[in-house]
């Protein structure tokens, strides 16, 4: 059958794969009590909660060189280091490591599983005290700010006062911007890649079919698939398909595929995969549902959807950075549509308006909005200037070397 | 629950009004018998099967006034009438009518069905008579050429011999160029609208991803819902929200819904349709289910994805134009990210290249692809024009009042 596969065959034990890594993921973790609620933006108060995260390099005695790295919708804290799951290395190997731009051996890499997610950070698949079970949609919908006040939590139970630099492209970039709002004092410089100050309509549009597509497969059950011991993996594939669409583009897709056939001389005059961009794209959802879990993927796209920096500050998005010293590096890539360079001149903008120190690059790429996690040259020397110049201006030791 | 609305209530009688307008359409039929076999690229004759048509305005005495229109993927034969199943208006009465563009007063319209569309042509809900059920996906795959072999036929049996234009958007423009290629004696002039000669890697991918979603579905039963009694609403729902979004532009939607909230006033923290943009996919999508066959969807789709007008004259486009007497007007729009200019450009160089007669129009818009199904005064006024000067070169006589 020409349809994606999936493994549908086993879900009791996926299901109880993804508890697992829900309650007791394979990294570092901080849990706060009842004690320390997290005040979440839809009005209520979630504890106990819990941050997990992964480090890399040392913090030094000053506690100056810390790096907080957001991570996008489909990452998570394994960002430098081998994924406890698929085994494969960590997602942003080429940026963060041993002499890479963001150099572990002089900083000290902070990277949390996002509020929400599915990695050990309290999300829809984590165990709701109150109830014993997974709490699936009966989880307040979060928002990048929440997801932001948990990291400042994190950075509280590491002693880290404030950050030498904040960066993430995607959603990650939203909430490097919204430290910047949040906590100006704790944010020494901003990277935001990829990114912007508000998800536009089109943005939210694409994020709406991806849901859909989870919530229309019966597997889904209402989000309570977890319980049921079912798993909505069609419809999290179909969603991740879509998705990925968008993080690449078209002159990438006709450089990488163009209209070439799969294993195959002439078209089938069927419906397999005969084309190789259809095989990738089948190829991509069925990995991803190997590794993601379907109501986290809700809600890290709702608050994707939900965020808009302006509107927290009267429509007026340079009040977002009213007084902020931060220094700010926002780039962008010419062929992401998704977030395209317009979005961050708006940003750029406000940041002039606000009269914080800001610099710009847009990137010239053709691989769309997934540049940013990509082989980029030109990304990686101005991430290595743009740390070099704050890890200067802190009074941290010059790079030996 | 916050899902698209679909009616699934009634899949039996749902069934049996797909498979009642699929071979006992309310509009003109031409059935073809076992001594006329439409030959199909997939190398199968296709025996019997119909063409259902609708025609507007009279046929002149020399036969020289028709006009072919060739809907989308989603069209159907009533241009310019009341759609029998939604009594909605025709979708392009903007365009054709008395005294519109397309002149009903003055040119005799012809619009099939498309072959395997699900309104009275040959497709996938029709009978199989070898089995007296529906074809399903036992029906061979079609192309753009086999449209246009069973429109080819269609004219035969209407006795006409050459048309006046063929004209339409998207796939409609391929089967314009197709009727170019295939039958230049018989093609006065022609006016593709947003459309290409071949489709792209990255609109491949979204029409793989709305068959995903399609066949994904498990209502969708490998096709043979029909039979089963059950309806894949729920995947042809998602397929069509994400196509709409390629259908129209950033700009579009940001125009028209950009972050307003539906109905309410602040966002409820959850997965309701609290964006209005949100709000009207979701009812896209459960319209279309209301009238639209989904295995019908995947033959349309997969056919546009086959077209590649080069490959069958030895990869060079101009080949495919050689010798023609016709008349072409190329047109695209600004903001059609689906068929973009550059799209429209390579038919044009080819055209130039096989020294055809072609003139070309980039049209201003932000309505994306959609904009040639919508109030485009230029598209109008250019097609006035190029028809005004077609049927003057053809000897019609001059147009009245």
């Given at each position: 059958?020409?349809?994606?596969?999936?493994?549908?065959?086993?879900?009791?034990?996926?299901?109880?794969?993804?508890?697992?890594?829900?309650?007791?993921p394979?990294?570092?973790?901080?849990?706060?009590?009842?004690?320390?609620?997290?005040?979440?933006?839809?009005?209520?108060?979630?504890?106990?909660?819990?941050?997990?995260?992964?480090?890399?390099?040392?913090?030094?005695?000053?506690?100056?060189?810390?790096?907080?790295?957001?991570?996008?919708?489909?990452?998570?804290?394994?960002?430098?280091?081998d994924?406890?799951?698929?085994?494969?290395?960590?997602?942003?190997?080429?940026?963060?490591?041993?002499?890479?731009?963001?150099?572990t051996?002089?900083?000290f890499?902070?990277?949390?599983?996002?509020?929400?997610?599915?990695?050990?950070?309290?999300?829809?698949?984590?165990?709701?005290?109150?109830?014993?079970?997974?709490?699936?949609?009966?989880?307040?919908?979060?928002?990048?700010?929440d997801?932001?006040?948990?990291?400042?939590?994190?950075?509280?139970?590491?002693?880290?006062?404030?950050?030498l630099?904040?960066?993430?492209?995607?959603?990650?970039?939203m909430q490097?911007l919204?430290w910047?709002?949040?906590?100006?004092?704790?944010?020494?410089a901003?990277?935001?890649?990829?990114t912007?100050?508000r998800?536009?309509a089109?943005?939210i549009?694409?994020?709406?079919?991806?849901?859909q597509?989870?919530?229309?497969d019966?597997?889904?059950?209402?989000?309570?698939?977890?319980?049921?011991?079912?798993?909505?993996?069609?419809?999290?594939?179909v969603a991740?398909?879509?998705?990925?669409?968008?993080?690449?583009?078209?002159?990438?897709?006709?450089?990488?595929?163009?209209?070439?056939?799969q294993?195959?001389e002439?078209?089938?005059?069927?419906?397999?995969?005969?084309?190789?961009?259809?095989?990738?794209?089948?190829?991509?959802?069925?990995?991803?549902?190997?590794r993601?879990?379907?109501n986290?993927?809700?809600?890290?796209?709702?608050?994707?959807?939900?965020?808009d920096?302006?509107?927290?500050?009267?429509?007026?998005?340079?009040?977002a950075?009213?007084?902020t010293?931060?220094?700010?590096?926002v780039?962008?890539?010419?062929?992401?549509?998704?977030?395209?360079?317009?979005?961050?001149?708006?940003?750029?903008h406000?940041?002039?308006?606000?009269?914080?120190?800001?610099?710009?690059?847009?990137?010239?790429?053709?691989?769309?909005?997934?540049?940013?996690?990509?082989?980029?040259?030109?990304?990686?020397?101005?991430?290595?200037?743009?740390?070099?110049?704050?890890?200067?201006?802190?009074?941290?030791?010059?790079?030996?070397?």
């Amino acid at each position: 059958m020409s349809v994606i596969r999936v493994d549908v065959e086993a879900p009791d034990r996926r299901a109880e794969a993804i508890r697992r890594e829900a309650d007791e993921p394979r990294s570092p973790l901080v849990r706060f009590g009842l004690d320390k609620p997290l005040r979440l933006d839809a009005g209520v108060d979630l504890a106990p909660f819990q941050v997990a995260y992964m480090t890399y390099g040392e913090l030094d005695q000053r506690r100056a060189n810390a790096i907080l790295i957001c991570h996008a919708l489909s990452g998570d804290q394994h960002v430098a280091s081998d994924h406890p799951v698929t085994k494969k290395p960590g997602w942003w190997e080429t940026m963060v490591g041993p002499g890479k731009p963001i150099d572990t051996n002089r900083f000290f890499v902070i990277c949390p599983n996002v509020l929400g997610g599915c990695m050990g950070t309290t999300g829809p698949a984590s165990c709701n005290p109150a109830t014993g079970e997974p709490y699936g949609l009966s989880l307040p919908v979060v928002t990048v700010r929440d997801m932001v006040r948990s990291q400042a939590m994190l950075l509280d139970h590491l002693g880290i006062e404030s950050l030498l630099c904040v960066t993430g492209g995607s959603i990650g970039g939203m909430q490097a911007l919204q430290w910047v709002a949040s906590y100006p004092e704790r944010v020494f410089a901003a990277l935001p890649l990829a990114t912007a100050a508000r998800h536009s309509a089109q943005n939210i549009a694409f994020h709406e079919v991806g849901r859909q597509a989870v919530m229309a497969d019966p597997d889904w059950k209402g989000g309570r698939y977890l319980v049921e011991g079912t798993n909505p993996s069609r419809g999290l594939a179909v969603a991740r398909m879509a998705a990925h669409i968008t993080y690449l583009s078209d002159a990438a897709l006709h450089r990488k595929f163009g209209r070439r056939l799969q294993d195959r001389e002439t078209p089938t005059f069927g419906f397999d995969a005969d084309f190789q961009v259809e095989s990738y794209l089948r190829h991509q959802g069925s990995i991803f549902v190997e590794r993601f879990d379907a109501n986290s993927y809700l809600y890290i796209t709702r608050a994707m959807d939900y965020f808009d920096l302006a509107a927290d500050y009267g429509g007026v998005l340079a009040n977002a950075f009213k007084g902020t010293r931060s220094r700010l590096c926002v780039v962008s890539f010419t062929s992401d549509w998704l977030f395209p360079t317009s979005d961050a001149r708006q940003i750029v903008h406000a940041l002039n308006a606000a009269g914080a120190s800001v610099s710009f690059a847009e990137i010239e790429s053709d691989k769309g909005h997934d540049a940013f996690l990509l082989e980029e040259p030109e990304l990686f020397a101005i991430t290595r200037g743009f740390l070099e110049a704050a890890a200067r201006a802190r009074g941290l030791p010059p790079a030996k070397g």
